[in-house]
């Protein structure tokens, strides 16, 4: 079992910046790639970012590229998210997740079906 706590949350204006912090707890060693997924009120759950846990790989979802960036700290079994430039369609709880087997880029990452465990979400709110 790998438990995820997430944190960084927050109320900001547009155009601000925030960084999420996902620490990640019991068997680590499991997971293959941890990813930043988001959910907007009345809408399903969208993925924003993943990383791959050996080699740092990266991918994000068209929105957010040139304003995000994940990062991962292995020492410290934590995944961050780096969010500049904030827009009002940024609102929603994001929520880590972690995936403990191998996968195919982002047939895989993109999905929030082919994650294994989940944070309980912290909450991103963007003022206009």
């Known amino acids: 079992q790998v438990q995820l706590v997430e944190s960084g949350g927050g109320l900001v204006q547009a155009g601000g910046s925030l960084r999420l912090s996902c620490v990640a707890t019991?068997?680590?060693?499991?997971?293959?790639?941890m990813g930043w997924l988001r959910q907007a009120p009345g809408k399903g759950r969208e993925f924003v970012a993943a990383i791959s846990v050996s080699d740092g790989s990266t991918y994000y979802i068209d929105s957010v590229k040139g304003r995000f960036t994940i990062s991962r700290d292995n020492g410290k079994n934590t995944v961050f998210l780096q969010m500049n430039s904030l827009k009002a369609e940024d609102t929603a709880v994001y929520y880590c997740?972690?995936?403990?087997?191998?996968?195919?880029?982002?047939?895989?990452?993109?999905?929030?079906?082919?994650?294994?465990?989940w944070g309980q979400g912290t909450q991103v709110t963007v003022s206009s």
């Open positions: 019991g068997r680590t060693a499991s997971s293959k790639a």
């Open positions: 997740a972690a995936r403990s087997s191998h996968y195919l880029g982002t047939y895989h990452l993109t999905r929030s079906a082919e994650y294994d465990y």
